[in-house]
């Protein structure tokens, strides 16, 4: 197996992020990784510093990337369009990335200041999308603890093969986040 011509830190992290989506998060391991990208294991190390390292930078770009999908969701939206576009955008990139997705889960080091800033991000651009409702800020955080619930555990159920009637999932996706929405609005009329 002869190294692999213009093998960079980048290609290395999307061939990564390619081999979880199609594999699992569980098949990703530095030989597999090597076997795809046809190198030998030890030249991973050049750009990464072993799995540990591996599963952080793939967190971040999970994290980074889903941001993204959902700052671009809700650019286009606000109020009850908005949280409908994130839900859908959320559910989206889980569908397209799964394993990128389960990367999120498994950083080694929660607490890295890059992976945190990119966890702040999106929590800012839920907290943004939240603004209309009529909620304290402590509110508004149990909402997008509550929303990511709601899109996570969708998305989940949905990987596991768990809608499996003859049903459209992205309607029931809609109704659902319309009765979470509707939740929102009548939170202190109870």
Not at 15 to 36: E, K, V, Y
Not at 65 to 74: C, F, G, P
Not at 141 to 161: D, M, N, T, Y
């Amino acid at each position: 197996m002869s190294p692999r011509q213009g093998l960079d830190r980048g290609a290395l992290l999307s061939a990564a992020a390619q081999l979880a989506d199609s594999d699992g998060f569980q098949a990703l391991t530095l030989a597999a990784l090597a076997q795809r990208l046809d190198v030998r294991s030890p030249s991973l190390y050049n750009h990464i510093s072993g799995l540990p390292g591996l599963r952080q930078e793939l967190a971040l770009m999970s994290v980074e990337q889903l941001s993204q999908a959902l700052a671009s969701a809700a650019a286009e939206h606000t109020g009850d369009e908005a949280i409908q576009a994130i839900a859908s955008a959320y559910i989206g990139f889980v569908r397209q990335h799964p394993g990128l997705y389960e990367a999120s889960f498994h950083a080694p080091e929660r607490d890295e200041p890059k992976l945190a800033a990119a966890s702040t991000a999106t929590l800012e651009i839920l907290l943004r999308a939240l603004q209309p409702y009529p909620l304290s800020e402590a509110e508004a955080l149990h909402a997008v603890r509550g929303l990511r619930s709601l899109c996570h555990g969708f998305a989940s159920i949905e990987a596991q093969g768990g809608f499996n009637m003859d049903f459209e999932p992205h309607e029931s996706l809609r109704l659902t986040v319309k009765a979470f929405i509707h939740g929102l609005q009548h939170l202190h009329h109870d």
